[in-house]
């Protein structure tokens, strides 16, 4: 790992292990080789530092960059570019000004298209709204799976190289809660029936050393942590 420290300035993470937002910060600080410090917020009673670093949405991540907050896990991934060029394996949005545009369309497509609805059906208790809802989830992902074909170029990530890149990092984050949601509510959400790609490509995700056994956590924990929630 690259000292941030040491090259670009010290780096501090806040937030929740189980945030797929903070999970996808995690794997981009991973990707590029960037030493960090984590710091575990609980969201049920924030840090006086997260109040202030993140004002307007209170909410993890956050990364401090030598004390200076940037807030918004796709702002912070694409900041992470900006000033730490170079680092790790390299860049993980393309240079070509045309293939970012690209890049971001997608994340702002996951975030609004998949997350949106797919948090929806976690979070309803009408059973009609949550079919509803889930059908929307499922229904984008089928569409970034066509994205997906498009863009791996025979690389099986979405940046079209050997390595995953903006949209992998940020499809990426979601991977460990997408699995344990089949477990606890016992819908698949990546169904290889609907999209076998992207039901490779999140295996291939969860065996990148780079998070291996650190930065997505086991199935187990996040359905442990699910399951505690719906109790209460
Ligand atoms: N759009 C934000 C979403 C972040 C988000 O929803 N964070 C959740 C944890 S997964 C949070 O901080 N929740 C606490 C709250 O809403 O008070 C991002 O991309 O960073």
Redesign the pocket.
Known sequence: MAAAGGSGGELKLL??W?????Q??RLALSLKGLDYEFVE?D??N?SELLLASNPV?????VLLHDGKPV??????VQYLDDAFPGSGDGELLPSDPYARAVARFWGSYI?SNFFAPWNKSFYTTSEEEKATEMGKAQAALETIEGAFTEMEKGKGWFSGEDRPGYVDVLLGGFVGSMRAYGVVVGVDVLDAARTPRLVAWAECIVALDATKGKVIPEVERIVENARNYMKK
């Open positions: 937030g929740t189980a945030s797929p937002f903070v996808r910060v917020e969201t049920k924030k949405h209170k909410k993890v991540p807030c918004e896990s796709q702002v912070i975030d």
